[in-house]
């Protein structure tokens, strides 16, 4: 199905915002999965593994822009490609 040799290396720190200078569209055209403290989250808008965190939107909150705003949360964060 899918060469993993040719599945670019995820990077420590990504957003899917593609505003954001932590977006790299080459590794959104592969699912990736993100595990956060032993559980997979299907929500998470920007992760970083060395820092440990991942931001996820608001269910209500908007920002002055009309963007959810980004919660945070600390732990251990995994991130594999599905």
């Known amino acids: 199905m899918n060469d993993t040799n040719s599945l670019p290396a995820l990077p ?21 999965g993100i595990v956060f403290n032993g559980k997979e989250r299907f929500d998470v808008e920007e992760y970083c593994i060395s820092e440990g965190w991942v931001k996820f939107p608001s269910p209500k909150a908007l920002d002055r822009r009309g963007q959810p705003l980004l919660m945070t949360l600390k732990g251990t964060v995994e991130v594999f490609y599905k």
Request: proline letters at 10%; a negative charge.
């Open 12 to 32: 420590d720190r990504l957003a899917g915002n593609p505003r954001s200078p932590h977006h790299v569209a080459e590794c959104f055209e592969h699912e990736i």
